[in-house]
């Protein structure tokens, strides 16, 4: 991800990194974001303290005595903190908590239940491990084989699995940040056994969006709120690296919550909102997804909440516009995927993908899609959707048609011509038959296919990049027969891509001097959510079933690592941090999905007539007819 702490700069002289002028009195709904850090002013120790008195009386019954139209519980301290809370220098004009001024004094409150100490020693329970759960059963069965010692049995699986998702729900409460007394985000990873926490400690909008969706399903749509409205505040922000500015409309990779010293007052403290931009990442790289994940984010939180009042403000409609200009600005590329450098997307670190990886594709696409779906219809956007739809047709094609893979395509590619001229080509990209991997060769099965990772001139990646795929289905990106062609190849190449511990990002991992070449030798490219969304669409819920009771019997025993190594994941990865917020949301989700298919549906989004249409059009033409002058203004190669 990135290094530990973001380095304050200084952009001018007379213009410090921290801007004292934009305070969090700056609220949420103003008509445009700000372009600036907002702040909250407290004093230093003793309002600290008086802000969050209740946490110790509530912490043991966490979830349990939530207050309706409030984020999570005070229970009994609520009029015991009214007055306390007054005390806040920071006023917020659009009430996320869903208190306004008619309800008492219009105050909102914290959320006390909830530790403020990122790094603090996570309270789970005692659980019983997976391991002895089955030993235990072993030994029920050679005690007695009746009727009544099976269903004890039975109770006490079921048991121990309610008490690993009680655990998994403390611990993802646990690793919740607050800005201004809000819960806005879930930090990377909450160890409280690593000193070495690097930038785990950061609110990461890749990294929020399984506990985002987490919260949800569980109906607590507060925080998700709050995690859009602040995260468009930091769009296009005026920071910069080696004094080049990121470009309008690019949201962060992450931020932190930092509390300063405030000028002229030694006794408080300001809380700030610092971003980065990729400029104190690893490898220094903007993020590409992070625009994208937030469209996705925001559709689905319509889609749950039923609240669509927040993608119908002036500001959020101004923050979608952005990053789809953002992403359909003019360049030297000629084709309908997204160009990108290596290392912006996925795990931050070189892996290979740079030009057009399979994962921002498909990403892009329903990006495209939620947008279109969320934008206002007026005139100044009629240019902005009409680009979109020529765009959402011309990348479906050029997905289907380039980067489909399965038996069939893989022999027509062996019997390609080199060389090709003129629009009648079949070899399109002048891919070399050479290129096609020995292990593909007899990895493919007879049945299924996928997506390759990524199509350049003359470069086919043929790995395969599970989020790609798996998000290619939820999305309609892949169409229907492909859709199960994949989850086909999934289940009988299952030793490979899930083994004990699901789900490889990527098969097959490099080797050799292929892999120091590739990745510059990086020891974490060494040989989820999305998969159960993706089995559930296609009505195939039980091999997400299978996945999810295969990740049950280690998750909680390995402490929620961030990966798994070796080929069959039976080692915890060697610079993998523990309790990694995306596993813990990610079973989650997985767990609630699976108890309630239908809740799926935020999440997955189908293609409507005129992408059909327009798709069969394009396909049934003679791949090999000249094409006259006609259409020598085409906007895309496809």
Not at 53 to 72: A, I, M, V
Not at 372 to 399: C, T
Request: glycine share 6%; hydrophobic share 40%.
């Amino acid at each position: 991800m990135g290094t530990s702490e973001a380095v304050l700069q200084v952009l001018s002289g007379a213009n410090p990194l921290l801007f004292n002028s934009a305070t969090c009195s700056g609220n949420l709904d103003s008509t445009f974001p700000s372009r600036f850090l907002y702040k909250y002013t407290k004093k230093r120790v003793s309002r600290y303290k008086r802000l969050f008195n209740c946490s110790s009386t509530l912490q043991s019954d966490l979830g349990l005595n939530r207050l309706k139209g409030l984020g999570y519980g005070l229970s009994g301290c609520r009029e015991v903190n009214r007055l306390q809370l007054l005390s806040c220098k920071c006023q917020q004009a659009e009430s996320v908590s869903g208190l306004t001024a008619e309800d008492g004094n219009g105050t909102w409150f914290v959320d006390s239940a909830k530790k403020l100490n990122l790094n603090s020693v996570a309270n789970t329970p005692n659980i019983l491990e997976f391991q002895d759960v089955q030993q235990f059963e072993q030994e029920k069965k050679s005690f007695t084989s009746n009727g009544a010692a099976g269903t004890t049995i039975d109770s006490v699986s079921k048991a121990t699995v309610d008490c690993l998702e009680d655990e998994a729900w403390n611990l993802l409460r646990d690793s919740m940040v607050y800005y201004c007394g809000s819960p806005i985000g879930t930090i990377a990873a909450n160890d409280p056994t690593s000193s070495n926490v690097l930038n785990y400690d950061q609110v990461f909008i890749r990294d929020f969006i399984p506990s985002g969706i987490a919260f949800l399903l569980k109906g607590e749509y507060d925080i998700v709120r709050n995690f859009i409205l602040h995260t468009l505040q930091l769009q296009s922000w005026e920071k910069t690296m080696d004094c080049h500015s990121p470009g309008q409309g690019l949201m962060p990779a992450s931020f932190k919550v930092r509390t300063v010293p405030l000028d002229g007052d030694d006794s408080a403290t300001e809380e700030v909102l610092d971003p980065d931009f990729g400029e104190a990442a690893i490898g220094r790289v903007a993020p590409v997804d992070s625009g994208l994940w937030w469209i996705i984010l925001l559709r689905a939180y319509g889609k749950c909440s039923g609240d669509l009042s927040v993608q119908e403000r002036i500001d959020v409609q101004t923050g979608i516009k952005m990053i789809l200009k953002l992403c359909l600005a003019d360049g030297f590329d000629m084709f309908p995927t997204l160009l990108v450098t290596d290392g912006s997307c996925m795990i931050d670190r070189r892996m290979g993908i740079h030009g057009h990886p399979l994962e921002i594709q498909a990403l892009f696409y329903s990006a495209l899609l939620c947008a279109r779906e969320m934008l206002a219809p007026e005139d100044g956007s009629a240019d902005l959707i009409r680009a979109l739809n020529n765009r959402l047709v011309a990348l479906s094609f050029h997905i289907r048609e380039y980067y489909w893979i399965d038996l069939r395509k893989l022999n027509e590619i062996y019997r390609y011509k080199t060389e090709e001229y003129s629009y009648d080509a079949v070899n399109k990209f002048n891919i070399y038959p050479d290129q096609i991997p020995p292990w593909l060769v007899e990895w493919m099965p007879n049945k299924g296919g996928y997506l390759i990772g990524n199509l350049q001139p003359a470069h086919m990646d043929f790995r395969f990049f599970s989020l790609g795929n798996i998000w290619s289905i939820v999305n309609g990106l892949a169409t229907r027969d492909q859709s199960h062609a994949i989850l086909d190849l999934m289940e009988a190449k299952w030793a490979d891509l899930v083994a004990d511990m699901p789900l490889k990002i990527c098969y097959p991992a490099l080797e050799g001097q292929e892999w120091q070449i590739i990745t510059g030798s990086d020891p974490k490219n060494t040989g989820n959510l999305q998969f159960t969304v993706a089995c559930i669409k296609m009505n195939r819920p039980e091999i997400a079933a299978r996945a999810v009771q295969v990740a049950e019997k280690r998750l909680s025993r390995d402490k929620w690592p961030e990966y798994y190594d070796t080929k069959r994941a039976r080692f915890i990865g060697k610079q993998a941090q523990l309790f990694q917020t995306w596993s813990i949301a990610g079973y989650l989700v997985s767990k609630i999905l699976l108890a309630d298919p239908s809740a799926a549906k935020i999440l997955t989004t189908e293609e409507d007539s005129e992408l059909v249409n327009a798709f069969s059009c394009m396909i049934s033409a003679n791949p090999r007819r000249k094409r006259g002058r006609k259409n020598l203004n085409q906007t895309y190669i496809i």
